[in-house]
């Protein structure tokens, strides 16, 4: 093996192919481009030992030596389909695998867009245009946030040299909030489930539903050992959507303090049934988590329809219970600590609601 100076790279011909070699940090390298030896090939090698030199010198050297196998000509990056596939394999060890069907379903997309191409600010402009004329705008907006986290890790990685989706956005189109329901309206729903001849098994979850706000899939995945021990303070730490369990939709846990009915509730319930502390708190009627569809095309669908209530799907219980709660002047902090919310999208959307206006006091 010839000595190769320091910071230099030398194309060695191994069994009629090509290798690199080179020191980095007093260490060998090796990378085998897969290429024959031959004078073509032997060009290609020369810019991939250039690029190599380029990025130990300037402190850019990709360790893994990815960037450094590809075919295509280094000073190009990545394409825009090879960097997040990258980025999904990155992701797998870190998300639930449910989770990553939406960025499978955008690798489509980009590959139908840009093929081998990489993604420049230009071409990332047009790719969202065409996203807008085949996708609802609250989608585009959704796939533009995976875009920017993909391009984001590259950066990070050093596999591409810029962002081109930082400064893009979707315009979001006016959009006429659910009605909550009324009071009246609630009341009549109780009623509806409490008398039903088939659906009075769902009561006392619904009667959660509308006194909590907490998500469907939080209250679906609630075990009797998320609440203390005279069912006073609940942990809401997990979550059932999708046909599993995991974490909750924001990552992260809270405790709610529960009202006194509720409780009187949860206390009977206990005592009557004595479940183990892993059991579901509200099974669906043939045991396992209640599955949401198909709660709200029987059970929820039904009662509303005898009760001659315009459907409105059983999450807006959430809404319900925060609009309700922000009319009675209630504040948005706490109804925000109960509810999961993130303060500022509670203002955002609920602002018309919010009435806890401070005073100033008449201290002198």
Sequence with gaps: MPRTPKGEVSILNKDGMIQLYWRYQGDRKYLSLGLQYDPINIEVAKRRASQIKLDMLSG??????????SDRPPSEGLGAVELFEKFIEWKAQRVQPRTLDKYRGLV???????????ADEDSATEF????????EPITVRERLVLLRAGWKWGLDKELVSSNPWADL?????????????????VRRILEGFENSR??????????FRFRTGFRSG???GLRWRHFNSDCSVVWIGESHTHGEFKDTKTGKAREVKLSVSLVGMLRSQLEKLKPDPDELVFPAPKGGPIHEGNFAKRA???VLEDAGIEYRKPYNTRHTFISHALEAGMSPME????????VRTLYEDYAGLIKSHPTTPELF
């Design 218 to 220: 939080e209250i679906n």
């Design 128 to 135: 969202l245009g065409w996203l807008q004329e085949n996708m």
């Design 60 to 69: 850019h050297f990709d360790k893994t030596l990815d960037r450094y196998r």
């Design 335 to 342: 109804v925000a600590k109960i509810t999961g919310h993130d």
């Design 169 to 185: 956005h979707v315009r979001k189109p006016p959009k006429q909030p659910t009605k909550p329901f009324t009071k009246d309206e």
């Design 300 to 302: 929820w669908k039904t």
């Design 108 to 118: 489509t997309w980009l590959r139908e867009f840009f093929g081998n191409r990489t």
């Design 198 to 207: 088939y659906y009075s098994y769902y009561i006392d979850y619904v009667r």
